[in-house]
């Protein structure tokens, strides 16, 4: 890819058409735009039909046609889906997960630390690798894909997990002690009691089980980087396709959720220290439900790994049913993924596939495989990309709110839900969404790569277990100057899920100027006359000031928000699951506290605003609508240029933006 | 059974009863009118208490004293339950389906393909029917019961399935091709790499295993007809009592459900080919529910299948507490069998049973086996039909309308389902009952069984899989002046779930007059002014008219219903799932189109009017009210004769139909 | 324990605690007027660490530091959770239940008849009893802990239930016709050819399994129990912590449920033969859904299995979110306990435990183990008990209604439900609830340890399986001049589920005036003006007086509720499940008819009486306010004294008693 050229993309995937189209398909791109297509990943089966029989066809076709069209590819390994031969040779390959032996069909159900799948996986990588690199119009490599640990329980990993906790731990002694293995005769006086993990039912060993699943697959993807490595050019990138939480919401096979949080199979930044550039998919509601949101948190979370722009591997087209765009949407959703930071996107995928799970994840093309109303849409989007785009790639935020995620927390959260309705990827949510509708722009900072110098707020949901060093750097963030907002469940246990056996929140209750040590259902209480939901801390201030106590027969005395000023900073509690509205308030609050005043507050969802530095130095803004009105806003900027028109914009100008559209200010 | 005589029968199963009472019994039946009884299907444990040991005590108790009491015996071969010995005999006659292997326990969980129970169910087979083939009462043998393929997944069945896609794809690259194998890495490059089916993820290939399971039902059955036919003599018939699928309303355990639609498990058409006698069971919502609708589905199936009057071999008596009959319903329910074609029911059962799994799955009589008001009732059915029977017998249909089903399409329904909510059986009976209220008669034609030339107007509900032959022959069809009426979702895909790649509906779209390449969630959409549900497809018309576009802000341009002159015929297409009342003004105009103009389209439910010719040549009205709510209407007959009362109607007369009571009329 | 002190006590687990603070928490223990630990359940890889090395320090420390503190010691056997490396020695320690082999993790998963289990519990009971039996401290011992089945399918189970069943039948054509298992092929002609009983469909033989089950954990108890006898002194007790079916609601892990009616997994009657001290648990709702209702019912039940005070070993601290009390309400639970016959309580557990699956199941002290108002309001009771404690031990209660359970019929009412969303315990709840709301006490009773003559009032809820000798008994019990109360499906079928084949009720429809063979969902019939649910049977009186007939258009000839007046008693039959208010309607004139004449019935729920004799002879009146809002009432007692405030009171005066508050009047 030229340096300065938005990637504009679709996976391609000709192994699957009923006819030769390759010259026709790669006509309707260019005629698109499109400049990149992201082939190979999960056709192991076609690329090695039989052990140690390699076959090339497809690739070779299309990386003749591509450099003849101009197209540039990314070649993705294709370990993700593992031929029939490969589970027939060993059995073992097949995971073993909790519900028993996976059997051959889907994707991502092996086991990736079995060596018949390793040693196959390498031979096939380095074919493919050391076939495809020196081709002029191979840009990088993708590794597997959406790679998560499968929840891997086979004998290896289960061996290897009892080798990492003694190293660990030592003694069978500290074991027990860290995780309270008493408790129900879960002891062991040796290792090799050590039992099954499968029948565990202590939380905090299956959540260092889970991190540990979670290693494995960041190990993996290394191994694999290593592989491509040895193989690819200087320029050529190594990439991955990290995705997220999947939530269901019940719909249709193959159909049935979207990127909605923290993804729980893999560790995201662990994994991206092999990459180098990130890349991920994020595919969300559409139509009445397009809020911009997933691609905001998905977006803030892939760039503040490495604080870096990142390329969107996947996204959708027409998807399915729910997802059929609207006129206007698919152009918004593509200058959204833009102003969250990526440089670029790609569709999964070019053409609809004609049988296979997957058949209604519908690509740019419908099954017809000619123009409709989306291909048209992406049409524009091209258009529009190779006109302006200098203006747009590279966008380089400086957020200066850090909202903290962990891995383990979330494993804790399934483990002790304060209720079944409320995940953590809901608390997750709840405090991202608010600052997003805020246009309070945040990164999603991974609590192992946080750097709270970079900050001048840090906001914590439900960041339940934390250890000692890591609440003495909070502690020291609020006593500097920061403003630290955490929700109810933040701090309470180390990082072995073991409840901290003192005051709470441990260790920073001084810092927040309260305690508690009692918590309730919320039952009918209130809070600023709003109705409450899932769950309620009793906070009795120590020093803070209570900015809310809850409106109930009983726990009228209890505070259920706090604020305290500590140090040179300031630290907001929140101990219970509120509307919106009363989050806001507070976050409004504690951005004021910290000194933040973006103009762009001035607006809320369904105007969205979201902003960077170009590569010319220039301030951009991102104006988006994400509705079906037309919205008319006064322009809070002093001087601004609308990339898309060319038209200048000065304070206090109207500006219009209609359904499902956005505008684009430089400021000049 | 006397050739011009309706059967009236029960099931008898005095190997379950506490006490001997087979003359108490046949005495009872006697006076309740009932000529047959159905014995010996399920009671092999009793016919073969050891392995090659018989004993014929039960049957030859029955066949002495029903030919005492004048009764006719219908003889079911004993095997859709299994004795205990023969489970433990070879472990592999329990049937392995998608969750294991079965344990020993229900019936109708074998493997029909074991050799070991095929041997054993041959001998029981030729032991009982030899012995009971020269009896005088028995008129026919039922061959096993309700018989499906259980999802049998087991080794044998699978071998089988890979000999019968080598003779058809011939090569493991035609066998790829035809199922799009490569996507996720599923192709093969040699027959010895095909999988287990059991983790299959194709639906294409899932769909052609689950047709190739029913094949083994149709030629399981088709093995006993052939045994059976060794020893029966020329005037038994052979019959078998085919079901339909169970839908399930959430209630207790064997009293969960009724029959709803097309069978998943067995093709009717194939199955029926080795039968001498049509058979089968209904069983239907009755009290407040009692509409009908699956008497006439189920009989207007089963009668298509060879154009033949048919035996209701089991329908349901007091069965469990949501279809105690109110009085007038059991006697409304036995008609509207005959009204449909049957030429008699059988009652599942005669006594409730007093302990096992379908204790109350109550029969004519209750536990205390005495009279009681269903049994009142029945005796006023015996009484009634010994009087009219000779007029009601063999009543002959010739509808003009044919609505078609496919085993086929329902599988690629389950694989693709347009919504979670919304079966393919469920689009059946949405446009079956929508013609069933309307008092439009169709038959229900089997795709395999089509021919065109029968009906004036052909009926599609959501036929995704179609071949170009059968394509062809629908374009024919209306060419030569004939109406097809086709809903969403019809000609997506070929016999192999492959979606056509080209434009939609596959061949369809010029005799439509229309195509669309995208559809959607109908969220908010409204046609016709009333609400949509599931699935709607963007119809772009090309010469049809538009009857009616979406009304919504950005479908707009849409069409959601269309009509279009093509050749000598009319083609409709509805392109998405509306209330009745939309679906049946477009029926009416189809009807209109297609000269039908019964006069029973007067009336609509609860007034259902089903009619044919009866032996004598004359034309028979059945008027039934399936309602609490006493009927007046007006009548549309020049004149005709009440064959219950003998009182004469002429044209503009009122009739008065009381609360779940009926008329019979016969033109005079 | 000293004779007439109260219990007031705690689970302790030093085990469990991240730091040592026997001595501390005893502190806070005395303070809180705790006089009892119970110790030691569920801690066996604490006390054998490895395979015959035991470890005794914790309980030494325990028992050290109690003698020093002046605490009361229960001692349990440690064998209701394993340690891992016995599971490791045999796997078929781990139970095969309906699901298959469990995995070691859970407590409660083991086969309580496996020669290898038995060995260890054996040796391990031997060491931990005779190492505590003479300490001074040490009051008694319970064996194991909510001792279960736990669904036993395993091969040794099911060879000693063959055993069984060939003690009990002698021949299989018994069996057989015992269950009607000529049904579906079910019968066996051999012992041999009895299958795994694991695929099992009969209802009536999974019944009689079922109950071989709970005789199995019954008599795994008493072996236990046996070996405790043998090191124990005289006057320590043998105790069972017996609970109650867990009736989930849907919560989170465990969180989910509460004790709700009659134990499915052990007979409680059975069970209790082997202890000297009859213990119990009871978890139930709290905050605004506390009744008392568990608290009466699992009292009543446990008080009646031996006519004696128990004690609660178990009761709930603060728990979790759902159950942190409100000001007043763990108090009112302490005394409820009492007043239902409780010769005191013990919470579960002194501490939340800081990691495992219940470390929200909080105990008295929350994770930080400071004082908190759950603590607080503890030490209000120890204080208050040890004032007026000698007044309220030893409550001697002399009720004159019985209401009867049978876990039998619980049993058939899971094969044979009525409906889905109605339990046996259901209607369990529903009579008892309602006797509870209107201040008549009762016993529950078992039928297997029924004395008519001890009752006034019988009442029977879905009493569906019963012996002839059993009716015989109730009949004689009518004829006599006793009150039968009793609900549709009672009488039904025999003991081994099979209906008997004549009149409904069986015997004693001639009681009861009336009988029935058919019955409905109740559809839209109503009774007395009131919706029915779930089930009604179609009553025909002989004879009796029809207290409501059906309210609908078909079923309005059946009579709904039946009064008869047989021999020198009457007898109440209520066919159908109505609101409660109807059903108390039909208590208080049964009530009536007994002679019942209680003070108490003045009131209702959710003030609630409860009375007996107290150790000095004089009549106790708890009144338990069971709201958040103050009642006045006026006293209906001659003359009483508040034992609490030493104030008299007389007939006629105004009782004020404040939200969840209490009065204890003694007569004067």
Same mark, same amino acid.
């Given at each position: 890819m030229k340096k300065d050229q938005l990637m504009f993309g679709t996976a391609y995937y000709p192994e699957y058409m009923p006819c030769d189209r390759i010259e026709k398909d790669f006509l309707m791109m260019k005629k698109a735009g499109i400049n990149t297509i992201r082939v190979a990943e999960s056709t192991w089966s076609t690329l090695e039909p039989r052990d140690g029989e390699f076959d090339f066809t497809f690739i070779?076709?299309?990386?003749?046609?591509?450099e003849k069209a101009g197209l540039w590819v990314i070649v993705g390994t294709p370990t993700y889906a593992v031929p029939?031969?490969?589970?027939?040779?060993?059995?073992?390959?097949?995971?073993?997960?909790?519900?028993?032996? @996976?059997?051959?069909?889907?994707?991502?159900?092996?086991?990736?630390?079995?060596?018949?799948?390793?040693?196959?996986? @390498?031979?096939?990588?380095?074919?493919l690798i050391s076939h495809t690199a020196q081709h002029s119009s191979v840009i990088g490599f993708q590794i597997d894909n959406e790679t998560k640990h499968y929840d891997n329980k086979g004998k290896e990993i289960q061996r290897l997990f009892i080798e990492y906790l003694k190293e660990k731990f030592e003694t069978p002694e500290r074991l027990n002690a860290a995780f309270c293995?008493?408790?129900?005769?879960?002891?062991?006086?040796?290792?090799?009691?050590?039992?099954?993990?499968?029948?565990?039912?202590?939380?905090?060993?299956?959540?260092?089980?889970?991190?540990?699943?979670?290693?494995?697959?960041?190990?993996?993807?290394?191994?694999?980087?290593?592989?491509?490595? @040895?193989?690819?050019?200087?320029?050529?990138?190594?990439?991955?396709?990290?995705?997220?939480?999947?939530?269901?919401?019940?719909?249709?096979?193959?159909?049935?959720?979207?990127?909605?949080?923290?993804?729980?199979?893999?560790n995201h930044y662990e994994a991206a220290k092999c990459l180098t550039k990130l890349g991920a998919d994020i595919y969300h509601p559409t139509q009445d439900e397009l809020t911009g949101a997933e691609i905001g948190f998905g977006g803030d979370s892939i760039r503040s790994l490495k604080y870096e722009n990142y390329l969107i591997l996947e996204c959708q087209a027409q998807a399915f049913k729910y997802w059929t765009p609207y006129p206007g949407q698919l152009r918004l959703q593509a200058y959204s993924h833009l102003a969250s930071g990526a440089d670029g996107i790609s569709y999964w995928n070019w053409h609809s596939i004609h049988n296979g799970f997957e058949t209604y994840w519908k690509g740019l093309l419908s099954h017809d495989l000619e123009e409709n109303p989306t291909y048209d849409e992406a049409c524009r989007i091209g258009r529009?990309?190779?006109?302006?785009?200098?203006?747009?790639?590279?966008?380089?935020?400086?957020n200066q709110t850090a909202l903290l995620v962990d891995n383990h927390s979330m494993t804790s959260f399934q483990w002790f839900p304060v209720d079944k309705d409320l995940s953590y990827n809901d608390v997750v949510r709840w405090m991202y969404d608010s600052l997003y509708e805020m246009n309070i722009e945040c990164d999603v900072v991974d609590v192992n790569?946080?750097?709270?110098?970079?900050?001048?707020?840090?906001?914590?949901?439900?960041?339940?277990?934390?250890?000692?060093?890591?609440?003495?750097?909070?502690?020291?963030?609020?006593?500097?100057?920061?403003?630290?907002?955490?929700?109810?469940?933040?701090?309470?246990a180390d990082?072995?899920?073991?409840?901290?056996?003192?005051?709470?929140?441990?260790?920073?209750?001084?810092?927040?100027?309260?305690?508690?040590?009692?918590?309730?259902?919320?039952?009918?209480?209130?809070?600023?006359?709003t109705p409450l939901k899932y769950f309620a801390e009793l906070l009795t201030v120590k020093g803070a000031e209570s900015l809310a106590d809850y409106e109930?027969?009983?726990?009228?005395k209890y505070a259920g928000i706090t604020r305290n000023a500590y140090g040179c900073g300031t630290a907001y509690y929140i101990g219970c699951y509120t509307e919106k509205t009363v989050l806001k308030e507070i976050l409004k609050r504690a951005a004021?506290?910290?000194?933040?005043?973006?103009k762009s507050m001035e607006y809320e969802w369904p105007v969205i605003v979201r902003q960077g530095k170009n590569k010319y130095g220039k301030q951009i803004h991102y104006v988006l609508n994400y509705s079906e009105e037309e919205q008319k806003i006064r322009c809070v900027w002093k001087k601004v240029k609308d990339l898309l028109t060319g038209e200048l914009c000065q304070e206090g100008d109207t500006i219009v933006i209609t359904d499902w559209d956005l505008k684009i200010f430089e400021e000049v």
């Open positions: 070779d076709s299309i990386l003749k046609e591509a029939s031969w490969l589970a027939q040779k060993d059995p073992d390959v097949m995971v073993i997960n909790s519900k028993g032996r @996976e059997k051959y069909g889907r994707r991502q159900i092996f086991d990736l630390l079995n060596p018949t799948f390793r040693f196959h996986a @390498e031979r096939v990588i380095r074919e293995l008493p408790y129900w005769s879960n002891s062991i006086a040796d290792w090799e009691q050590f039992p099954d993990i499968t029948g565990c039912i202590n939380g905090g060993l299956a959540g260092e089980f889970e991190k540990f699943q979670r290693q494995t697959a960041s190990e993996y993807l290394k191994w694999q980087a290593d592989i491509v490595r @040895e193989y690819k050019k200087e320029e050529q990138f190594i990439t991955h396709n990290l995705d997220f939480e999947w939530r269901k919401f019940g719909a249709d096979i193959a159909q049935d959720g979207y990127s909605y949080g923290v993804q729980p199979g893999i529009e990309w190779s006109e302006i785009g200098a203006h747009l790639i590279h966008l380089e935020k400086t790569g946080l750097d709270p110098n970079k900050y001048k707020i840090i906001v914590t949901p439900a960041l339940y277990c934390a250890t000692e060093e890591f609440l003495e750097k909070l502690d020291m963030f609020v006593k500097r100057g920061g403003v630290l907002v955490s929700s109810f469940k933040s701090f309470v990082e072995y899920f073991s409840v901290y056996a003192d005051t709470q929140p441990h260790r920073l209750h001084e810092c927040f100027g309260m305690s508690y040590n009692q918590f309730t259902e919320p039952g009918k209480a209130k809070i600023k006359n109930h027969k009983y726990w009228g004021a506290d910290a000194g933040i005043r973006e």
